[in-house]
């Protein structure tokens, strides 16, 4: 168990879509175990494997103040969804950035826990908005792909600062909310 450094915007991993999981062994636990450690040193409240170089379908996300909430999915899959949730979220992968993104309210999701037993669970409102935004990294896909072309363009001198920093996509842990 080990606190990982989070992959930023432009690294490759985060633009990859990964692939399921088929081990329901000790190395996913250790997995789910790091990732937990990685999302509580940040403010954030959700986390995915490809954020931590590991190209697998994985993610936590714990929305309690306490850290007492803990949630993990793997090959987490929407089954339904109804209602909409306008959040601004932010990433742990893109520190300084947030806009305002539109995404189902109520969603049920299909996944498996650490053994490999699967579940179904309703979310609502932010528990909704972060499943569905760590599930989109597990597409490759990050929240700013979801704002409209005039929505996105003030964001669009931090994003090629970023692509363009000597440290580019190199690994360092932020303290910055991810929702
Ligand atoms: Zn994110």
Redesign the pocket.
């Known amino acids: 168990m080990a606190e990982q450094p989070i992959l930023e915007y432009p690294h490759s991993a985060l633009r990859t879509v990964c692939q399921p999981v088929h081990a329901f062994d000790e190395s996913l636990s250790t997995l789910l175990n790091d990732l937990a450690d990685t999302v509580y040193a940040t403010p954030g409240i959700?986390l995915c494997a490809p954020?931590v170089g590991e190209l697998k379908r994985v993610l936590v996300m714990d929305l309690s103040d306490d850290g007492s909430a803990l949630q993990e999915y793997v090959n987490p899959q929407i089954i339904s969804r109804s209602g909409l949730a306008i959040a601004t979220e932010a990433?742990?992968?893109?520190p300084g950035i947030s806009a305002k993104v539109i995404r189902s309210g109520t969603i049920v999701v299909r996944a498996c826990d650490r053994h490999g037993t699967p579940f179904e669970r309703t979310l609502e409102n932010m528990h909704a908005v972060c499943l569905q935004?760590?599930l989109d990294?597990l597409d490759g896909k990050?929240?700013i792909d979801r704002l409209s072309a005039i929505r996105r363009l003030p964001l669009q001198r931090r994003l090629r600062a970023m692509a363009s920093a000597p440290s580019a996509g190199i690994s360092a842990t932020r303290k910055l909310a991810?929702s």
């Open positions: 959700g954020q990433c742990l992968s893109l935004h760590e990294h990050l929240f991810e």
